[in-house]
Structure formats: C-alpha cells, structure tokens
C-alpha cells in the first residue's frame, strides 16, 4: 500500500478481465467497512427541511465509528455539511463519498408513481441541480481531508426513477467538478443501466458505483448473495479496466407487501444477508456500502409498515436490530439518551 494525495493510504481495487478478478487501478483509500448514512429521525425530514441537530449526528457517529470507516451521505444540505463538521471536530476516524441530490430534469411516463412534470418545474430543478453540483464541489474543498470522492447523483437514470436526469447532463456535471476539485468522481445506480445507456458516463468516472437488492426483485435469502454477485459481475465484465464499488446493498426488515412480499422481509434475513455480503467483502476486498445504518421513518408512503422505512440495521431509536444485537448488545442495556433537534 502507498500513501495517497490525501494522506490516506492506496489500495488496489479489484477490477475484471474475463472471468478472473485481479488487482486493478488505485482508488486512493484502503480497505475497510462501509456504510450508507442518514440521521433523520421522528418529525425530520430533507423535504421539510428539518435537519438532525449536531449532537443527533455525533451521537449518530459514535454509535458507527466503533464498526465503520467510511460513510456513504447523499446530499449537500445543511445535514451533510453538519456531518462533516462533526468528524472533523469531533476527531472521528471516517471517510466520506459526499452525493449530489440532483432532481428530475426529465418526466418518466415508465416510473411506477407520479413522474410527469411541468416545463417549468423541470427548468426550475435544472437550476436547482446546477446549484447542487456547485454546492457539492464547495464541500469537498471545505473537508478534503474527509471527502474520499463525490458522486454527481443517484439513481437518475434507471427506468423507474422519479428523477430522470439525461446522460449528456451527468457528463458535464463530471467536467465541472474535475476542472474544480481532485477527489475521485462516480456516480450511483441500479446494476442495469451500466451495461446499457451509461456506457459514455462510465468513460468518464473514476470508477463505478452499483446497487444490487435482490430482495426488491422476489429474490429468497437462500439466493440473494448469488444474486448480488451476479450483478456485480454483470457490470464488471462489461467494464473490466474500471474499478467498481457497491453503494447500496441491504435487506429491509418490514413491508406491508407493496413490492416486497411480507414475508420476505425480517430481522432474520436482514442479519443473514449483512453477514453473507460482509464475508464475501472481505473476501474479495471489495468496498461495499451496506444500506443502511438507521431506519428513516420519512421515507415512502404514510403506512408505518412501508419497506422504505425499515432498512436500517438500528432502529430509529438506535437500538441494534437482530444483525447488530451482539456487537452492539451495550445499547439495548441502557437507555439511549436522544439528543432533542434545536
């Protein structure tokens, strides 16, 4: 291992030739645990704009630092910016891929639930996007020493979403940022759209960033890592010179039916599957972001037992699920002293 520009040390990430995995092109960063984070609790919410007060998110930090070294946010708000300072004042040992929240610049008659916008509304996010990758460079030159890479979106550009951004777009926010700021640039999204219409931004990367949840495709726990590894190596032989990251892979623990059978959700396959994935990590040095530290009851439809809401292997009272229970065993014996919003 060498000493990186950012006075971290490099690994070789794995990249694909054939069907053989050898050492491939340097990220920058060593190898370790990772995870995707976001504190917002009870009442909170990015769309109301209410943010985590500093002390959530350092008791939040603490609870992850004693498993995890790097952290996955998905944004530039004011909760990003507040994670940031935390680890910077709070002298916490983490590494951050900093996400750039880029809004629908496109409708999407083939998304599930409402796409469609008006002109104005779609110029009004372009801007607003515009905004955001501005905002994103910013931050990275603020916490160089804590941004290990940025991501110019997530998830805009699979079939479904509900926030199309156009390829050609992606592609210039990676200019801008590059002609700006030295950290590593990729981007977030399901495995499909790499082997298909994400060839010309895939040139442009750093390297890679996947999703794989075979449980949101009717996937058994008894095939889901196969599953997962499959995904991977979908995308890895189609990019074989091209480092590759998991950034989202996980197992929600309640749905109330609505795209994941109820019951192919629990604690139990949650735990199975955070252990199969983080042995097959290990393993082979891959650097997955496993989705993800707390659940957000913000998220998806008004119903409590909406999938969305339950990903977290905490609860949103940071209390371990059944997967965490053991290592974590100090937080079911106290009373977690919850830190009130400003």
Same mark, same amino acid.
């Given at each position: ?10 690994? *070789? ?33 990015? *769309? ?38 935390? *680890? ?249 002293? *919850?830190?009130?919003?400003?």
């Amino acid at each position: 291992m060498l000493t990186g520009e950012y006075g971290i040390k490099t690994v *070789i990430l794995s990249t694909c030739k054939g069907s053989e995995m050898k050492a491939g092109y340097k990220l920058g960063i060593e190898f370790g645990k990772a995870i995707c984070y976001s504190g917002y609790r009870e009442g909170q919410s990015p *769309i109301d704009e209410i943010y985590p007060s500093y002390d959530q998110i350092v008791e939040d930090l603490k609870i992850l630092a004693e498993q995890w070294q790097y952290l996955r946010i998905y944004d530039c708000s004011r909760h990003a910016e507040l994670v940031l300072e935390a *680890i910077r004042n709070e002298n916490l040992d983490f590494k951050v891929m900093l996400g750039a929240d880029v809004a629908a610049e496109e409708s999407n008659p083939e998304c599930p639930w409402n796409a469609n916008y008006p002109k104005r509304q779609l110029l009004t996010n372009r801007l607003a996007n515009d905004n955001q990758i501005d905002r994103l460079i910013e931050l990275a030159q603020k916490y160089p020493e804590i941004v290990f890479s940025v991501s110019v979106g997530n998830e805009a550009t699979v079939e479904w979403s509900d926030h199309l951004v156009p390829v050609e777009r992606l592609i210039n926010f990676v200019h801008r940022i590059k002609q700006t700021i030295k950290q590593p640039v990729t981007f977030c999204e399901n495995y499909l759209p790499w082997t298909s219409k994400l060839a010309g931004l895939a040139a442009e990367l750093d390297f890679i960033s996947l999703h794989t949840y075979p449980v949101w495709e009717y996937q058994t726990i008894e095939n889901a890592l196969d599953y997962s590894k499959q995904n991977y190596s979908r995308v890895a032989h189609h990019y074989p010179n091209k480092p590759i990251v998991i950034t989202e892979a996980g197992w929600t623990t309640t749905s109330n039916g609505r795209g994941i059978e109820t019951w192919n959700a629990s604690q139990e396959f949650q735990a199975q599957y955070f252990n199969q994935l983080t042995e097959w990590s290990m393993k082979s040095q891959i650097l997955i972001f496993v989705f993800e530290a707390f659940d957000e009851p913000w998220k998806g439809s008004a119903d409590p037992y909406e999938p969305e809401k339950h990903w977290g292997i905490f609860t949103v009272e940071r209390k371990p699920k059944l997967v965490m229970q053991e290592i974590y065993a100090h937080l079911l014996s106290e009373k977690l002293q *919850i830190a009130p919003a400003p």
